[in-house]
């Protein structure tokens, strides 16, 4: 099963960071900081693994872009799946599917794989 179902159907969670706690890493336990970074190691695995797979169809995740004043900023639990790159050579785009959090943008991500997987069993009717 890959990577995307898995966290579509439940089997793998991706845990929300409650707070930006790791900036008062010195104001913490030793244990506390493994904690927190054992946390983080994990979470990055997760949206690793879920990002190689979907850019094998061709389509990326991604934590959603906000302004900050002049500046730009990425939402914490927040993430935006995007589709496969449309245009011409002069200006492509890549279509905003969902919106959401992790586990929201891996269930229409899942959906679609789903489609696009069966789209490349051969028909055997014929």
Request: aromatic share 6%; hydrophobic share 35%; with cysteine.
């Amino acid at each position: 099963m890959s990577a995307v179902r898995m966290v579509a159907y439940g089997v793998l969670e991706m845990k929300h960071k409650e707070s930006p706690a790791s900036l008062w890493l010195s104001e913490q336990s030793p244990a506390e900081q493994e904690r927190l970074r054992q946390e983080d190691f994990e979470r990055d695995q997760l949206r690793k693994l879920v990002k190689d797979e979907l850019s094998q169809y061709g389509l990326s995740i991604v934590r959603t872009v906000v302004p900050k004043g002049s500046t730009f900023r990425t939402r914490m639990n927040q993430h935006t799946l995007y589709g496969q790159v449309q245009g011409n050579s002069l200006f492509k785009l890549r279509p905003v599917l969902k919106e959401g959090t992790f586990r929201e943008c891996c269930e229409v991500a899942a959906k679609l794989l789903d489609e696009l997987d069966a789209a490349q069993v051969p028909d055997v009717k014929t």
